[in-house]
């Protein structure tokens, strides 16, 4: 990951590399990409998202986690 922030390629990472990065990372962050990610999670359109929701919506992206990891993600 630090490698793609390193834009000019010299090894290290600069402040304006980092801030580009984490603008970049904000900007995808709208309400609409928001509401659009909370709605992939919320399986039943309660409006609320259940840890059963959180695992399924993560299946295959993470290891299994206790019940215990999955609510402090909550």
Do not use: C, P
């Amino acid at each position: 990951m630090v490698l793609s922030l390193d834009v000019n390629h010299d090894g290290k990472v600069d402040f304006n590399e980092f801030m580009t990065a984490a603008h970049d990372r904000l900007s995808l962050m709208s309400q609409e990409n928001l509401k659009k990610a909370f709605s992939t999670l919320d399986l039943n359109g309660d409006g609320f998202i259940s840890i059963e929701e959180l695992r399924s919506g993560f299946a295959g992206y993470m290891a299994v986690a206790s019940d215990k990891e999955w609510l402090d993600m909550m």
